[in-house]
Structure formats: structure tokens, C-alpha cells
């Protein structure tokens, strides 16, 4: 596997509010879920890898139906708290972004279109239902992964409309279902196996 394989990893709120107007101390109820995306940034960011390069990672939040948030390597400015990430978040949704944060207007369509661009680039979705990712073989052979992820509930309508739509294929990590901090942990130490 090339010392730059990215793996990318976009993680899908339908319910969450793009005005960033959620309270701290209330993140799954006033933030509709956006611990969610907190304890993903935390995972993808801090106690995930092991061995795998952050500057390798990135992570994407599509929130609602027209905003979405691209985290790239914070470096040291990574905070240490799901309520540290979720400020960033707020401030980020808010126009006041950290560098490493990029905001902008998009659906999840324009995401998956843009994702799946370049020729040595896959998606997946990250989903109990899906083939055992230890038969997926073409996931260590791309130097672009990258994985989709529902929230508490899974995927919406119109999030299940793009995955049709765009006929990408479902991954499991077998049948009991992870918080998706946890299934994209596994996915970093998954990958990192096989560097090793
Ligand atoms: C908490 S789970 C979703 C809830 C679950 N589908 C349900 O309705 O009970 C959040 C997300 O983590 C990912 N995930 C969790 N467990 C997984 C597994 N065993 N294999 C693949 N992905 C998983 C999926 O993307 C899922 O949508």
C-alpha cells in the first residue's frame, strides 16, 4: 500500500441544524446528534490511529442538506474533548472556522460526485448489512478510500436515493452495529493491519 493512501470518511446528519445554534452541554438534544460527528473527529483525529499518518485522514460532515465541513490534519490545534470538538464545529458553522477547517455549500450528491472523481479513488458505505471487508480487496489496493457513515439511525431517505443513485457498495463490520466513532476506528486499524 503506498505510504499516501488517504482515507477519507464521511459521516451523513440529516437532522442536524447548519446555523450552529446547538448548546455545549446539550449535544445529542439541541444539536440533533452532532455528538455524533464530535466523537467521529475525536476517533479520526486523536485516539484512533495508531500507526496511520494523520495528515492521511480527513473527515467530512454533511450537515442537513447544504453544508458540509472538511476537517484536514489539525496538527497540535487538535482540541482533547467531544465538547472541545463540538466548539469547533459550532464556529465553524458559525464563519469562524479554525484553518483546518473548510466550510462550504454543498449537497451529499455534489460530496459523492466529487469523491469519486479521480480514477484511483472509492467509495463505500460503511453499513452492518453489507460484504465482510475482509473480502474486499480492491479497499487496499485504492490510494483513495473512502467511507460513508449513517448516524443513530442509520441512513435517510434521500441519503439512501444518493447510494442507489450512485450504486456504492455497502461494507460491514459484521452484524452488531458500532457507534460510528468505533466503525471508523476500526476501518484506520484496519487498514494500518495491513501496512504492518
Ligand atoms: C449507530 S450506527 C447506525 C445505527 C443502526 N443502523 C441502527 O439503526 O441501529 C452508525 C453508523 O455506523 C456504521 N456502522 C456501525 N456498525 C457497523 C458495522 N457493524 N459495519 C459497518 N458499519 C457500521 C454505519 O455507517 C452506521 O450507519
Known amino acids: ?30 444539536g440533533r446528534r ?21 495528515s492521511n485522514l480527513e473527515m467530512v460532515a454533511v450537515i442537513g442538506t447544504e453544508k458540509i465541513l472538511t476537517f484536514r490534519n489539525p496538527q497540535n490545534q487538535a482540541p482533547h474533548s467531544e465538547v472541545g470538538w463540538a466548539l469547533v464545529v459550532r464556529e465553524s458553522l458559525r464563519g469562524r472556522p479554525p484553518s483546518y477547517v473548510h466550510v462550504s455549500d454543498g449537497t451529499l450528491g455534489e460530496v459523492v460526485r466529487h469523491l469519486i472523481q479521480d480514477e484511483d479513488a472509492k467509495l463505500w458505505v460503511l453499513d452492518e448489512s453489507g460484504a465482510s471487508l475482509s473480502d474486499c480487496q480492491s479497499c487496499f489496493h485504492t490510494t483513495q478510500n473512502s467511507f460513508m457513515l449513517g448516524d443513530h439511525r442509520g441512513f435517510d431517505s434521500q441519503s439512501l436515493a444518493v447510494i442507489s443513485q450512485f450504486d456504492i457498495q455497502r461494507i460491514s463490520l459484521g452484524k452488531k452495529s458500532y457507534l460510528s466513532s468505533h466503525a471508523l476506528a476500526a476501518i484506520i486499524s484496519e487498514f494500518e493491519r495491513k501496512v504492518r
Not at 452532532?34 to 494523520?54: H, M, N
Open 1 to 30: 500500500m503506498p505510504e499516501t493512501t488517504m482515507l477519507r470518511f464521511v459521516q451523513i446528519l440529516p437532522q442536524v441544524s447548519p446555523r450552529g445554534d446547538f448548546l455545549l452541554q446539550d449535544l445529542p438534544g439541541s
Open 34 to 54: 452532532i455528538d455524533v460527528l464530535c466523537r467521529d473527529l475525536a476517533a479520526c483525529f486523536e485516539w484512533g490511529p495508531k500507526s496511520w499518518s494523520k
